[in-house]
């Protein structure tokens, strides 16, 4: 397994040399204009550097659907699944790859944020200052009622949400590729299938919560049925694309 996921991590490796080298410059901007006091070089390289953080999340989940497609179309579907690994292996380690995928661009970008802003603060207004920002972010989560583990809730959400993306992804380009194999229009078919499946579960969602006894639970208990409603939908999803690859794709 683990040998499966070095190898897809290897077919993204030049988006993460990209990704970082534009990181690099942004980094380099911020800490000359830190160096050289210019003020709008800083805050320029930092909205940059912020952004790219959010744009790199989205955009690495969606190349490994990209790349699945690639795999199916062309000659590498062939020695995709002559591996002597079973169908499920093969998808949880591109699944388990995309995930990797997202966390390294992501984490390393957070990183070089935080050190970064971290620094800025230092250099300009000193160590009491820091403390002092760091102080009035806690009141603030205080009195907006948060708390951390709001904030660890927050992060799986957000994950899930992405799970399923990847998996929908996954389910789609599947289809696409058992109806038109090598068909060029199988990349648009597949786009159409997604948003097919994403329509699904939401209807589902929504007939699902019309349901009294749902309906009146207090939030709380809402948001853990609603968690699990969708970690249940992503094991669907990935069971029906583990399934049908290996009934219609696999040789």
Request: hydrophobic residues 60%; proline residues 1%; contains cysteine.
């Amino acid at each position: 397994m683990g040998k499966l996921i070095k190898y897809e991590l290897k077919k993204q490796r030049t988006s993460r040399m990209v990704i970082f080298i534009a990181l690099a410059i942004a980094l380099a901007g911020f800490w000359a204009g830190l160096l050289f006091k210019n003020e709008s070089l800083m805050a320029v390289c930092m909205a940059v550097m912020i952004a790219g953080a959010f744009l790199v999340l989205f955009y690495t989940g969606i190349e490994s659907i990209l790349v699945l497609n690639r795999d199916l179309r062309t000659k590498q579907s062939y020695m995709l699944w002559m591996l002597p690994k079973s169908v499920w292996q093969i998808l949880g380690a591109k699944f388990i790859s995309a995930i990797l995928q997202m966390l390294i661009v992501f984490g390393i970008s957070g990183v070089a944020v935080g050190i970064s802003s971290t620094a800025a603060v230092l250099k300009i207004g000193g160590l009491a200052d820091l403390v002092r920002m760091a102080q009035q972010l806690s009141g603030l989560f205080v009195k907006g009622g948060l708390h951390w583990t709001d904030l660890v809730y927050l992060a799986f959400v957000i994950f899930l949400s992405w799970t399923l993306v990847i998996m929908t992804g996954f389910l789609s380009v599947i289809l696409a590729r058992t109806l038109l194999l090598r068909s060029r229009f199988a990349g648009g078919l597949a786009v159409i299938f997604f948003f097919v499946i994403n329509f699904v579960i939401e209807r589902v969602y929504d007939l699902i919560y019309r349901i009294p006894a749902l309906a009146a639970l207090p939030a709380l208990e809402w948001n853990i049925w609603d968690t699990l409603f969708y970690v249940l939908i992503c094991l669907v999803l990935f069971g029906a694309s583990g399934v049908l690859a290996d009934r219609k794709l696999s040789v």
